[in-house]
């Protein structure tokens, strides 16, 4: 992973957890999006929100209790993708 991929990554991280309580007591569950929108074609993910393609088509059609189990795991996947774990 290169360098400038491992800062996005950490500050995505970083923004990620900032936003996550704000986000799951908002009505509807807001977008992970912070607007860096940048598919790594490895891993199926959006450097910026950590959401697949599919959960980011599907957000606007989504219950708000799909949405929580989405924000639920954005932070493993940041960390995994940090540490450079392949997700499962």
Not at 33 to 57: H, N, P, Q, W, Y
């Amino acid at each position: 992973m290169d360098s400038c991929t491992r800062a996005q990554l950490k500050l995505s991280s970083a923004k990620l957890r900032n936003s996550r309580a704000q986000a799951e007591r908002a009505q509807p569950v807001t977008s992970p999006c912070i607007s860096v929108c940048k598919m790594d074609d490895a891993r199926g993910l959006c450097l910026g929100c950590m959401r697949t393609i599919d959960e980011i088509a599907a957000w606007s059609t989504m219950s708000d209790a799909a949405r929580l189990a989405v924000w639920q795991t954005l932070p493993e996947r940041a960390c995994a993708w940090l540490n450079d774990i392949p997700r499962a």
